[in-house]
T-cell receptor, first 114, second 119 residues
Framework: DQQVKQNSPSLSVQEGRISILNCDYT??????FLWYKKYPAEGPTFLIS?????DKNEDGRFTVFLNKSAKHLSLHIVPSQPGDSAVYFC?????????????FGQGTTLQVKP | DAGVIQSPRHEVTEMGQEVTLRCKPI?????LFWYRQTMMRGLELLIY????????DSGMPEDRFSAKMPNASFSTLKIQPSEPRDSAVYFC?????????????????FGPGTRLLVL
């Protein structure tokens, strides 16, 4: 049972335009969500997060939106830059117990064309 | 802080050989995670530790895989014997989940990974 899903394996956008990466989840008990970015030959790095008590969190060019009723979150990058080309993972802390374990989606590869 | 340190960064070995991957977590972090990334399966959690104690090893693919954390600053992931299907990138991550960590507690910090190729 995949509790966190990223249904789009890849996305290509033009530099300067908006990139929208989507993530769906099945467990309504998730109370926090994170986005990670991964460049080739590097480990994933934390990008931005959102608590379930909010519906939006913004950090510079990156904004995460949360729609709890739809169990959906999205990451918006505006404007997109070639350096944003990477794999993006959404994740949520395992809700059962206080384990510290994150449930990751499969990732979406973003390509920003100059 | 230097972040999570992994060694080696690259490992090429022959089938049947023993492989040992090493990880030094961020100082003060009390959780340590081992992941494997492949094209087919994405990012898989293999095992994780809390205060040096293994909590969940249900992701370890088979008995050929073992992990230890002898102290708070060091962990190993061992594959013996290795097989070509073990070829992947292995990541170590750590996090802090102590009482005052707050929202930072939910964030894991990843090392650069070890790229393993078993011939």
């Amino acid at each position: 049972d995949q509790q966190v899903k990223q249904n789009s394996p890849s996305l290509s956008v033009q530099e300067g335009r908006i990139s929208i990466l989507n993530c769906d989840y099945t467990n309504s008990m998730f109370d926090y969500f994170l986005w990670y970015k991964k460049y080739p030959a590097e480990g994933p790095t934390f990008l931005i997060s959102i608590s379930s008590i909010k519906d939006k969190n913004e950090d510079g060019r990156f904004t995460v939106f949360l729609n709890k009723s739809a169990k959906h979150l999205s990451l918006h990058i505006v404007p997109s830059q070639p350096g944003d080309s990477a794999v993006y993972f959404c994740a949520a802390p395992e809700s059962s117990g206080n384990t510290g374990k994150l449930i990751f989606g499969q990732g979406t590869t973003l390509q920003v064309k100059p | 802080d230097a972040g999570v340190i992994q060694s080696p960064r690259h490992e090429v070995t022959e089938m049947g050989q023993e492989v040992t991957l090493r990880c030094k977590p961020i100082s003060g972090h009390d959780y340590l995670f081992w992941y494997r990334q492949t094209m087919m399966r994405g990012l898989e959690l293999l095992i994780y530790f809390n205060n040096n104690v293994p909590i969940d090893d249900s992701g370890m693919p088979e008995d050929r895989f073992s992990a230890k954390m002898p102290n708070a600053s060091f962990s190993t992931l061992k594959i013996q014997p290795s097989e070509p299907r073990d070829s992947a990138v292995y990541f170590c991550a750590s996090s802090l989940r102590g009482g005052l960590a707050g929202v930072r507690a939910k964030t894991q910090y990843f090392g650069p990974g070890t790229r393993l190729l078993v011939l």
